[in-house]
T-cell receptor
Framework: KAGVTQTPRYLIKTRGQQVTLSCSPISGHRSVSWYQQTPGQGLQFLFEYFSETQRNKGNFPGRFSGRQFSNSRSEMNVSTLELGDSALYLCASSWTSTGPDTQYFGPGTRLTVL | QKEVEQDPGPLSVPEGAIVSLNCTYS??????FMWYRQYSRKGPELLMY????GNKEDGRFTAQVDKSSKYISLFIRDSQPSDSATYLCAMSAGGADGLTFGKGTHLIIQP
C-alpha cells in the first residue's frame, strides 16, 4: 500500500508570495492533519480535516488555511509569506474519525522563504 | 512551561547499550502516547503507540507511561547504529485533537 505522498518536496518562495502544498493520504484514510516543523519550535499542529471538514485548528494565523477534497486529498495554503514560514510542512493521515489512532506521516515539503 | 518537555540531546551511546528516552508533560487530559523516529530529511515514523498507563513492548523497543507522574519513556535494547535518529514523543487527549510533540531527542549510536 502506498504511503502518504506530498508535493512538491522542495519549494523556494519570496516574502509576500503565497504557496499551496498538496498531500495525498494512504488509500482508505479519511483524516488528514498538517504540521509545521522548525528547529526552534519543533513539530506544531496546524489543522486536521476529516470528510472535507476542518475539525480542529492549531494556534496559527489566518494566513494558514487548508481544505480537503472528496477523495481525501488535502491542500494547505500560506498567503503573504514571511521569512519565519520557512519550515518542513508535514502531512499525516489516519483511518478513524475519533482518537489520534495511528498517524502516518509523509516525507514533508521543505519550504524556504527568501 | 511547555505542554511537553523533552531533552534535545544529543545523546551519544556505544553500540549495544540500552537507551532510555523520556518526556514529561503537564496536560492531564493526554491519554494517547506515541513515540516517533525521524531520520534526517524524512517524515516521522511511528514506533510505539500506547493508550493510558502501562508498558508496551515491540522487539527491541519498550514504551512506558506513568500518568500519575506525567512521565513517559522509550527504552531501546541492543542499540544499533541504524537507531541513530531523532526520537519524538507525542501525545493527544483524543477526539479531533492534534498531536502535541516534544522537540525530539537526537540519538547517536557509536559503532
Amino acid at each position: 500500500k502506498a504511503g502518504v505522498t506530498q508535493t512538491p518536496r522542495y519549494l523556494i518562495k519570496t516574502r509576500g508570495q503565497q504557496v499551496t502544498l498538496s498531500c495525498s493520504p494512504i488509500s482508505g484514510h479519511r483524516s488528514v492533519s498538517w504540521y509545521q516543523q522548525t528547529p526552534g519550535q519543533g513539530l506544531q499542529f496546524l489543522f486536521e480535516y476529516f470528510s472535507e471538514t476542518q475539525r480542529n485548528k492549531g494556534n496559527f494565523p489566518g494566513r494558514f488555511s487548508g481544505r480537503q477534497f472528496s477523495n481525501s486529498r488535502s491542500e494547505m495554503n500560506v498567503s503573504t509569506l514571511e521569512l519565519g514560514d520557512s519550515a518542513l510542512y508535514l502531512c499525516a493521515s489516519s483511518w478513524t474519525s475519533t482518537g489520534p489512532d495511528t498517524q502516518y506521516f509523509g516525507p514533508g515539503t521543505r519550504l524556504t522563504v527568501l | 512551561q511547555k505542554e511537553v518537555e523533552q531533552d534535545p540531546g544529543p545523546l551519544s551511546v556505544p553500540e549495544g547499550a540500552i537507551v532510555s528516552l523520556n518526556c514529561t508533560y503537564s496536560n492531564s487530559a493526554f491519554q494517547y502516547f506515541m513515540w516517533y523516529r525521524q531520520y534526517s530529511r524524512k517524515g516521522p515514523e511511528l514506533l510505539m503507540y500506547t493508550y493510558s498507563s502501562g508498558n508496551k513492548e515491540d522487539g527491541r523497543f519498550t514504551a512506558q507511561v506513568d500518568k500519575s507522574s506525567k512521565y513517559i519513556s522509550l527504552f531501546i535494547r541492543d542499540s544499533q547504529p541504524s537507531d541513530s535518529a531523532t526520537y519524538l514523543c507525542a501525545m493527544s487527549a483524543g477526539g479531533a485533537d492534534g498531536l502535541t510533540f516534544g522537540k525530539g531527542t537526537h540519538l547517536i549510536i557509536q559503532p
